[in-house]
């Protein structure tokens, strides 16, 4: 069945600095995926997606990569902010109206 | 637009306790998604809803779980007896047309404490 999954659970970086975060998933079936930000408090919110015919996309100071080969996907954060910090989560919209999330990674950011 | 709305946003009930939580979707859209959210689980699609239908109710934990969808501007997620292990926080979402993650909203979160 399908499966998504996240790495790190906690990721720290300062303020400036590049984020990187992973996640796998194991349904080769996958076609679709989404990153999803959570701030405390709220629910989630769409950030970027990629469908598998890509390896790359780019959005403002946000990119995601889709590696098809090793079932890996990331979300890279350009000169992270305190904004950015948050609960992340990689999603795959399965059979086109289930949307499945993975197990989500705290982004911390310090000064 | 209001967003999706969603009440209670906070309750504390004890153990047997019936919990109903209400969430109104943002006018126009067809599908409404109820999620839990829970440190140990992330979060888990509990069940959806086209066009007023439940389309998929595997998530739904057991039996105490219940969910409708009356009309198109209202839904409810019942637990009855509730338990403490079904502390969470639970999200609603609703969508016009589920064919990209951005078309999918949610709202702030019922957030469910069983003592």
């Known amino acids: 069945g399908e499966s998504v999954g996240l790495h790190l659970p906690t990721l720290s970086v300062q303020e400036g600095d590049n984020s990187i975060i992973n996640c796998a998933y194991s349904n080769s079936a996958s076609d679709y995926f989404i990153w999803y930000k959570q701030e405390s408090g709220k629910g989630p919110q769409f950030i970027i997606d990629i469908r598998s015919n890509m390896d790359k996309r780019q959005g403002q100071r946000v990119t995601v990569l889709l590696n098809k080969t090793v079932k890996h996907l990331s979300l890279q954060i350009a000169a992270t902010q305190p904004g950015d910090s948050a609960v992340y989560f990689c999603?795959?919209?399965?059979?086109?109206?289930?949307?499945?999330f993975g197990t989500g990674t705290r982004l911390q950011v310090f000064p | 637009d209001a967003g999706v709305i969603q009440s209670p946003r906070h309750e504390v009930t004890e153990m047997g306790q019936e919990v109903t939580l209400r969430c109104k979707p943002i006018?126009?859209?067809?599908?409404l998604f109820w999620y839990r959210q829970t440190m140990m689980r992330g979060l888990e699609l509990l069940i959806y809803?086209?066009?007023?239908?439940?389309?998929?109710d595997s998530g739904m934990p057991e039996d105490r779980f219940s969910a409708k969808m009356p009309n198109a501007s209202f839904s409810t997620l019942k637990i009855q007896p509730s338990e403490p292990r079904d502390s969470a926080v639970y999200f609603c979402a609703s969508s016009r047309q589920v064919v990209s993650g951005n078309t999918i909203y949610f709202g702030e979160g019922s957030w469910l404490t069983v003592v």
């Open positions: 999603a795959d919209l399965y059979n086109t109206d289930k949307l499945i």
């Open positions: 006018s126009g859209h067809d599908y």
């Open positions: 809803f086209n066009n007023n239908v439940p389309i998929d």
